[in-house]
């Protein structure tokens, strides 16, 4: 059951990987999202060690967050955070108080 897990686990952090290289290499979320990702596909083979070392729960939920992260990653590939804005700013937007 856990080599199941952990090859899951393995799939979903190539896919998600494979979804950033669509992303401009300075992009933040890029950069972190990456370094992230190949710390914990690098990590210990052993299922109960890999949990301890990532401490983000069971080995289910590490998935389910891959998952949603992958997710995610497609998404922002959709929206482009990176590129300008279509429209300028009006002036004093983020002033406060007006």
Same mark, same amino acid.
């Given at each position: 059951?856990?080599?199941? =897990? ?10 998600? /990987? *494979?979804? =950033? ?5 300075? *992009?933040?979320? &890029?950069?972190?999202?990456?370094? /992230?990702?190949? +710390? &914990?596909?690098?990590? +210990? &083979?052993?299922?109960?060690? =890999? @949990? ?5 729960g069971?080995? +289910?939920?590490?998935?389910?967050? *891959?998952?949603? +992260? /992958? *997710? /995610?990653? &497609?998404?922002?590939? @959709? ?8 429209e ?11």
């Open positions: 059951m856990a080599g199941l =897990l952990k090859k899951r686990l393995r799939i979903l952090y190539s896919k998600i /990987l *494979a979804s =950033l290289q669509t992303m401009p290499h300075d *992009a933040p979320y &890029r950069k972190h999202t990456e370094q /992230l990702v190949n +710390e &914990r596909f690098n990590h +210990e &083979r052993d299922v109960e060690k =890999l @949990e301890k070392k990532i401490n983000c069971q080995i +289910e939920e590490v998935i389910f967050q *891959a998952e949603c +992260e /992958l *997710a /995610l990653s &497609r998404k922002m590939s @959709e929206w482009k955070p990176w590129e300008s804005l279509v300028e700013l009006p002036p004093n937007q983020w002033k406060w108080p007006i």
